[in-house]
């Protein structure tokens, strides 16, 4: 099975689909990404909050397939932001990885009223300039975050990874991406498997499809044009949340999954969220 590409802003390509591995412990990385990976996910999502860039890292230069194959994506903690720091950062986390570079470096939360992202997003061009990273992008930035970014620096983010799912379809932000050539990333694509994938309606409207709750919400995702990087510790899960191109959304079903957006959040708002723990 063939995972689309989505093509950024500057020319790299992404698979469309990837894995997740927040939450994963660092002992538990190397196992849960090998599965993925002889499942057939190229694109690896990690952090350096996660604490499992070793684990990530190992697996991915176990795995016997050619770097230039694997997409690999970390993120800068907030307690590194400023352009100092981001640069050192950097190199902690592609020397925990053990890569020669990583093709997607992430601003993981903007925190405005810490008022560092514009200097964290200098050294992130300094980077992308180096070519120690393929692409630059950002997380859990809001139109506002965005606009100053665009306004005040060089190079526009190729993606923004934002909470997103049926229950927060994030329509006003996802028109801003798409009017200035960014793409848009979902975390949380699947709702943290809290209560979203126990939603009857979209029971039913998988069952139409012989498919589970979450291979639907993936499939929509897909359509919508999203970048998606669902987690799941569980074989039989990574191999479903693969299983994901053998079925089209109907009409119907965009409409009623259109319906169930209730503005919810599972994770923290953007606007106002600091933590540097
Ligand atoms: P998710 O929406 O991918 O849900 C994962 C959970 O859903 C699993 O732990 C499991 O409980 C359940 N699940 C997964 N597959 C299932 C299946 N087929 N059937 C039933 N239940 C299933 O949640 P997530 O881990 O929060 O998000 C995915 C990835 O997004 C993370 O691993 C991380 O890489 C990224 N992320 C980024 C940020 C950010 O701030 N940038 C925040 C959260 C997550």
């Known amino acids: 099975m063939t995972v689309p590409n989505v093509t950024f802003n500057n020319g790299v390509t992404m698979p469309q689909l990837g894995y997740g591995v927040w939450q994963v412990p660092d002992a538990e990385a190397e196992r849960v990404v090998k599965i993925a990976l002889e499942t057939g996910y190229r694109s690896i999502d990690t952090a350096a909050i996660y604490e499992n860039e070793e684990g990530t890292g190992r697996a991915l230069r176990a795995s016997g397939v050619p770097r230039e194959e694997l997409f690999v994506t970390t993120k800068l903690w907030n307690s590194e932001q400023g352009y100092d720091s981001t640069l050192r950062a950097f190199d902690a986390s592609l020397e925990r990885l053990g890569l020669e570079y990583v093709d997607l470096y992430l601003i993981h939360w903007p925190m405005p009223s810490r008022g560092l992202y514009l200097d964290t997003w200098r050294a992130f061009e300094k980077l992308h300039a180096d070519g120690r990273v393929r692409a630059i992008g950002v997380s859990n930035f809001t139109v506002e975050t965005l606009t100053r970014l665009l306004d005040e620096t060089e190079v526009v983010p190729v993606l923004n990874q934002i909470e997103l799912h049926p229950y927060l379809q994030q329509e006003e932000l ?8 960014i793409l848009t990333e979902a975390w949380s694509p699947l709702g943290q498997g809290k209560g979203l994938l126990d939603d009857a309606e979209l029971a039913r409207l998988a069952a139409g499809h012989g498919k589970t709750p979450a291979q639907l919400v993936l499939r929509w995702h897909l359509e919508l044009g999203n970048v998606v990087i669902p987690k799941s510790a569980t074989p039989s899960r990574i191999a479903e949340n693969f299983d994901v191109f053998d079925f089209e959304l ?14 919810t959040r599972f994770g923290p708002d953007p606007a106002t969220f600091t933590g540097l723990g």
């Open 250 to 263: 109907t009409d119907e079903d965009k409409a009623a999954i259109a319906a169930l957006d209730k503005g």
């Open 174 to 181: 996802r028109a801003f991406h798409a009017e200035h050539g």
